[in-house]
């Protein structure tokens, strides 16, 4: 963004300006981020930089919170990570396999009512969670799934489809159904032509949209709150009640731990995305 | 007559327009029916549910299946004196069937919600029900408690008579059915409601507002930008946008803290004396700014989307044609990303009135949304009929302002990542 050499000086102080600008709303949105980072290791109980953290002294550093989250006997982190990994992965697999088929049918052009049915599909990501969270509650209380990992898993497909459907129907949106056509004229089935030809091209979408579908069942809290018994506590729940009680620093080592997973996921994320771009030929 | 002798066959021998049709309305099935699972899934899960909110939240049977000989014999009461022994009678019998079942509280939850005072004589009533004699009931009751001789109280019961009611979405607005009547609000001091939703439609209004106005220098230094540049700095948008939002909000809970950095940072510039570190967390500045900071990425993402595609000799166009940077960008620039800023604040704007998690954990008492209160008559009063009327409240305003977004913007002009 280097300006010309003939450029006014008041437009070159203006472009500073703007530059700064856009500096302080990067600070603003990372910075809150890495707050937590040191702190999760602090050897004291308190929740700011003690004196021997700012001289950057080693004895004030240590792994006692990160002990307490693993070891730790009065918050049950253990069993909420199990309990959220389990319905993640549930309700990303639900999701994915829901969301691919309704988006293979959807990108159709043979498809009646298309644009009513993407609203009733899409509308569990429109409608504010609270109501969603109201009406799964009355839903699961009636067929008696509340309070079970069941119930939660079905309410996180709910929740998680939508992003598999608007991704896989933007993959299949630059999708070449001639493939498809050939295949067939070279005497493949459906179902075959499906998982050798338009399955890998795919694959991208599926997987990003799983991604969301991941992300959002592993961070949700609303409908949880509403769904979960004590035997169905999830790491977001812990951190809610850990959050509303008493802010310990174990939950900033359970927080470093997220931000550590979430790294991960946008860095899957982004390749998938690039992949994807490449596979459909969209360069940029 | 031509058109018949015209008429193409297949080899079949079926005429072609025939045949292609049957081809056609097999393929349209074979589309639903790969819709189909997910489509009916959703209908039962997730449609019906929010039908059944719409049922709950009109529905009044208790009070009508609880006293349902009373309701009878208060169909001649004119509601203007005490009802006669008739009405007290058939209360009574309903009354000892509740006492029976164990029922007489769930009575005295409902009408208490309809008039204030009926708990305590309730169950007044309830003791003094099994020393009862036969006959003369209107004076047997009217002995309990003053208020049994209260014209009031009688006329409050039998509003509880019909089956379905509106009353619940009138609460959700501070206004109730007098005596007479008629709809009318609350007393000024006890309106919680209308200032919660006000509050709700302020903060999301200005945290789409602040959204906009810093998100909109980002997402034009991220398209103006090199690819190598551009994408590292993406990573300081995606990484809160795929963080937990617990997470960021704990982090906003340490920042804003009165012995936090944020006040470690005033008192260290001198901005505020040490001993008078401004609240900043628990009332609505703390919703405001973790709110403005967590749904920000959802500014940038569609704005970004639609930057990208604006060429940048359009910028060159316009000042090579005389206009000042300010001019070019105003009267070019500018009007071209208006789909991204309407998805943008679309999407913030709803995101932001139906909040919850944050402003519950940063909000404090003046920083709550209508969305608290939802979940408090959710989970708290177990008032579940009121929480199904806020919630539809809050839906078909959400519904609005898409129908109003397709309006003016046109909905198929958002544009998503």
Same mark, same amino acid.
């Given at each position: 963004?280097?300006?010309?050499?003939?450029?006014?000086?008041?437009?070159?102080?203006?472009?500073?300006?703007?530059?700064?600008?856009?500096?302080?709303?990067?600070?603003?949105?990372?910075?809150?981020?890495?707050?937590?980072?040191?702190?999760?290791?602090?050897?004291?109980?308190?929740?700011?930089?003690?004196?021997?953290?700012?001289?950057?002294?080693?004895?004030?550093?240590?792994?006692?919170?990160?002990?307490?989250?693993?070891?730790?006997?009065?918050?049950?982190?253990?069993?909420?990570?199990?309990?959220?990994?389990?319905?993640?992965?549930?309700?990303?697999?639900?999701?994915?396999?829901?969301?691919?088929?309704?988006?293979?049918?959807?990108?159709?052009?043979?498809?009646?009512?298309?644009?009513?049915?993407?609203?009733?599909?899409?509308?569990?990501?429109?409608?504010?969670?609270?109501?969603?969270?109201?009406?799964?509650?009355?839903?699961?209380?009636?067929?008696?799934?509340?309070?079970?990992?069941?119930?939660?898993?079905?309410?996180?497909?709910?929740?998680?489809?939508?992003?598999?459907?608007?991704?896989?129907?933007?993959?299949?949106?630059?999708?070449?159904?001639?493939?498809?056509?050939?295949?067939?004229?070279?005497?493949?089935?459906?179902?075959?032509?499906?998982?050798?030809?338009?399955?890998?091209?795919?694959?991208?979408?599926?997987?990003?949209?799983?991604?969301?579908?991941?992300?959002?069942?592993?961070?949700?809290?609303?409908?949880?709150?509403?769904?979960?018994?004590?035997?169905?506590?999830?790491?977001?729940?812990?951190?809610?009640?850990?959050?509303?009680?008493?802010?310990?620093?174990?939950?900033?080592?359970?927080?470093?731990?997220?931000?550590?997973?979430?790294?991960?996921?946008?860095?899957?994320?982004?390749?998938?995305?690039?992949?994807?771009?490449?596979?459909?030929?969209?360069?940029? | 007559?031509?058109?018949?002798?015209?008429?193409?066959?297949?080899?079949?021998?079926?005429?072609?327009?025939?045949?292609?049709?049957?081809?056609?309305?097999?393929?349209?099935?074979?589309?639903?029916?790969?819709?189909?699972?997910?489509?009916?899934?959703?209908?039962?899960?997730?449609?019906?549910?929010?039908?059944?909110?719409?049922?709950?939240?009109?529905?009044?049977?208790?009070?009508?299946?609880?006293?349902?000989?009373?309701?009878?014999?208060?169909?001649?009461?004119?509601?203007?004196?005490?009802?006669?022994?008739? @009405?007290?009678?058939?209360?009574?019998?309903?009354?000892?069937?509740?006492?029976?079942?164990?029922?007489?509280?769930?009575?005295?939850?409902?009408?208490?919600?309809?008039?204030?005072?009926?708990?305590?004589?309730?169950?007044?009533?309830?003791?003094?029900?099994? +020393?009862?004699?036969?006959?003369?009931?209107?004076?047997?009751?009217?002995? @309990?408690? +003053?208020?049994?001789?209260?014209?009031?109280?009688?006329?409050?019961?039998?509003?509880?008579?019909?089956?379905?009611? /509106?009353?619940? =979405?009138?609460? /959700?607005?501070?206004? =109730?059915?007098?005596?007479?009547?008629?709809?009318?609000?609350?007393?000024?001091?006890?309106?919680?409601?209308?200032?919660?939703?006000?509050?709700?439609?302020?903060?999301?209004?200005?945290?789409?507002?602040?959204?906009?106005?810093?998100?909109?220098?980002?997402?034009?230094?991220?398209?103006?930008?090199?690819?190598?540049?551009?994408?590292?700095?993406?990573?300081?948008?995606?990484?809160?946008?795929?963080?937990?939002?617990?997470?960021?909000?704990?982090?906003?809970?340490?920042?804003?803290?009165?012995?936090?950095?944020?006040?470690?940072?005033?008192?260290?510039?001198?901005?505020?004396?040490?001993?008078?570190?401004?609240?900043?967390?628990?009332? +609505?500045?703390?919703?405001?700014?973790?709110?403005?900071?967590?749904?920000?990425?959802?500014?940038?993402?569609?704005?970004?989307?639609?930057? +990208?595609?604006?060429?940048?000799?359009?910028?060159?166009?316009?000042?090579?044609?005389?206009?000042?940077?300010? @001019?070019?960008?105003?009267? @070019?620039?500018?009007?071209?990303?208006?789909?991204?800023?309407?998805?943008?604040?679309?999407?913030?704007?709803?995101?932001?009135?139906? =909040?919850?998690?944050?402003?519950?954990?940063?909000?404090?008492?003046?920083?709550?949304?209508?969305?608290?209160?939802?979940?408090?008559?959710?989970? $708290?009063?177990?008032?579940?009929?009121?929480? $199904?009327?806020?919630?539809?409240?809050?839906?078909?305003?959400?519904?609005?302002?898409?129908?109003?977004?397709?309006?003016?913007?046109?909905?198929?002009?958002?544009?998503?990542?």
């Amino acid at each position: 963004m280097a300006l010309p050499k003939y450029t006014e000086p008041h437009y070159r102080i203006w472009h500073y300006i703007y530059l700064t600008i856009c500096a302080a709303v990067f600070f603003f949105l990372i910075a809150p981020l890495f707050v937590i980072f040191p702190l999760s290791f602090n050897a004291e109980e308190f929740l700011s930089f003690s004196d021997g953290m700012k001289r950057l002294d080693p004895d004030a550093f240590s792994l006692r919170w990160y002990k307490d989250m693993i070891y730790g006997t009065k918050n049950p982190w253990g069993l909420a990570a199990k309990n959220s990994f389990i319905i993640a992965i549930f309700a990303t697999i639900g999701s994915v396999i829901l969301g691919t088929v309704a988006a293979l049918g959807l990108s159709s052009r043979h498809m009646p009512y298309k644009g009513l049915i993407m609203a009733v599909l899409i509308s569990p990501m429109i409608v504010p969670l609270i109501i969603s969270g109201v009406a799964i509650f009355f839903f699961m209380a009636k067929a008696g799934l509340a309070a079970t990992h069941t119930g939660i898993v079905l309410a996180h497909i709910i929740l998680g489809t939508p992003f598999v459907v608007i991704t896989v129907t933007a993959t299949l949106s630059g999708f070449d159904h001639s493939v498809t056509r050939a295949a067939a004229s070279l005497g493949s089935d459906p179902v075959n032509t499906f998982m050798k030809i338009t399955l890998p091209l795919i694959l991208p979408g599926v997987i990003s949209g799983g991604l969301f579908a991941f992300v959002t069942s592993f961070d949700e809290v609303v409908v949880v709150l509403f769904l979960a018994g004590l035997e169905n506590t999830t790491i977001p729940i812990q951190m809610w009640t850990g959050l509303r009680e008493q802010l310990s620093p174990t939950i900033l080592a359970v927080a470093t731990c997220l931000i550590i997973l979430s790294t991960l996921i946008l860095v899957t994320a982004e390749l998938l995305r690039r992949r994807s771009e490449r596979l459909r030929g969209i360069n940029r | 007559m031509s058109s018949e002798t015209k008429q193409i066959l297949t080899t079949d021998g079926i005429p072609l327009e025939v045949s292609l049709k049957k081809a056609e309305k097999k393929n349209k099935i074979k589309a639903f029916l790969l819709v189909a699972p997910l489509l009916f899934f959703l209908i039962i899960t997730y449609v019906f549910p929010i039908g059944d909110m719409l049922f709950r939240s009109v529905d009044d049977k208790m009070v009508t299946q609880m006293l349902p000989k009373t309701f009878k014999a208060m169909e001649n009461w004119d509601g203007q004196e005490l009802p006669d022994e008739e @009405v007290f009678a058939a209360f009574h019998e309903d009354f000892i069937k509740l006492v029976v079942d164990k029922r007489e509280g769930k009575l005295s939850t409902q009408l208490n919600y309809t008039k204030n005072g009926f708990k305590s004589i309730i169950k007044k009533l309830r003791r003094a029900s099994k +020393k009862f004699e036969e006959g003369n009931y209107k004076e047997q009751i009217m002995a @309990v408690h +003053k208020r049994w001789a209260d014209v009031e109280y009688w006329r409050a019961i039998q509003r509880r008579a019909p089956e379905f009611t /509106g009353q619940k =979405y009138l609460k /959700g607005m501070d206004m =109730y059915v007098n005596e007479e009547g008629k709809i009318v609000s609350v007393e000024e001091d006890r309106r919680i409601h209308r200032v919660l939703w006000l509050r709700t439609l302020e903060i999301a209004f200005f945290v789409t507002v602040f959204c906009f106005l810093m998100a909109y220098p980002i997402a034009h230094l991220l398209a103006t930008l090199p690819m190598k540049y551009s994408n590292l700095l993406m990573i300081c948008v995606l990484l809160p946008f795929w963080t937990s939002l617990l997470v960021r909000t704990a982090s906003w809970m340490i920042l804003l803290q009165q012995q936090g950095i944020v006040n470690d940072f005033f008192v260290g510039i001198g901005l505020v004396a040490d001993d008078n570190r401004p609240e900043m967390m628990y009332n +609505k500045t703390g919703s405001y700014v973790a709110m403005t900071q967590i749904l920000l990425p959802f500014m940038v993402l569609p704005l970004y989307s639609v930057m +990208k595609t604006i060429s940048p000799s359009l910028m060159r166009a316009g000042k090579s044609l005389g206009g000042t940077p300010f @001019v070019a960008f105003w009267k @070019v620039y500018f009007p071209l990303t208006i789909p991204g800023i309407g998805a943008g604040c679309l999407l913030v704007f709803i995101l932001a009135i139906g =909040y919850y998690i944050t402003p519950a954990l940063v909000g404090g008492a003046s920083g709550t949304l209508i969305s608290n209160q939802i979940a408090f008559h959710m989970k $708290s009063t177990l008032d579940w009929s009121f929480a $199904s009327a806020m919630g539809l409240m809050l839906l078909s305003g959400v519904l609005v302002i898409y129908w109003l977004y397709n309006k003016i913007v046109g909905i198929d002009n958002i544009k998503l990542g």
